[in-house]
């Protein structure tokens, strides 16, 4: 089946720690980013990129990096996570088509625990 | 700079009653809109969109959303929910040509038998 896979499921980790989130997709699409989701919050963006090679900030960059050395595979780092970075982590992808709008597809999501 | 204000962060309504999620947005330029979707323990899935041409919009499940330009808003509705219905639904917006999507706070909505 055609989409985004993600994982870690689930993680716990000891504050300190290194820690990357794999996200993988299927559809060839040019876009790619990185959400997190913290109640009352909504969806942030962390870091985004539009095509293989290039990576961008978003919202909330601090403590976070990426790559995406190919279309499919667009990994988040944590390089020595935080408690505040305890927060479930949404990939996507898009690829804008003839229209332009940047429709997003979502993975199931990370849910990341940092103690 | 755009923002995305969902004005109730929990909407309950009782089974086969009609409800309404509102979501104001603010931007500089033309806008292309979303509602998303979010059942417990899943990732967002698309509701509807709304890129250009009629106003009214609508989308998968019996929900449908308005395009009100000069009130920038974007208020999903439906005439009569079910159990299923049970989320959180999140309004976005992106800037026409931008590739970036800007969220909403998102709004539980409980269905109540």
């Known amino acids: 089946i055609a989409g985004i896979t993600q994982a870690p499921t689930s993680q716990i980790l000891a504050a300190g720690r290194r820690m990357t989130l794999r996200c993988t997709q299927d559809m060839r699409h040019n876009a790619m980013y990185w959400y997190r989701q913290d109640l009352g919050l909504g969806l942030r963006l962390i870091h985004y990129?539009?095509?293989?090679?290039?990576?961008g900030k978003g919202e909330v960059p601090d403590g976070y990096s990426v790559s995406r050395a190919n279309t499919d595979d667009f990994p988040l780092t944590l390089a020595s996570a935080v408690p505040s970075q305890t927060s479930v982590y949404f990939c996507?992808?898009?690829?804008?088509?003839?229209?332009?709008?940047?429709?997003?597809?979502f993975g199931a999501g990370s849910r990341l625990t940092v103690l | 700079a755009q923002s995305v204000t969902q004005l109730d962060s929990q909407v309950p309504v009782f089974e086969e009653a009609p409800v309404e999620l509102r979501c104001n947005y603010s931007?500089?330029?033309?806008?292309?809109l979303f509602w998303y979707v979010q059942y417990p323990n899943q990732g967002l899935q698309l509701l509807l969109k709304?890129?250009?041409?009629?106003?009214l919009v609508k989308g998968i499940n019996g929900f449908e959303a308005e395009f009100n330009k000069s009130q920038t808003s974007f208020h999903l509705r439906k005439p009569s929910v079910h159990i299923s219905d049970t989320a959180e639904y999140f309004c976005a917006v992106s800037d026409q040509g931008a590739q970036k999507l800007v969220f909403g706070q998102g709004t539980r909505l409980t269905i109540n038998p």
């Open positions: 931007s500089s330029v033309s806008v292309y």
């Open positions: 709304y890129l250009s041409g009629s106003t």
């Open positions: 996507a992808s898009s690829d804008s088509g003839s229209s332009g709008a940047n429709v997003l597809t």
């Open positions: 990129s539009n095509t293989a090679g290039t990576t």
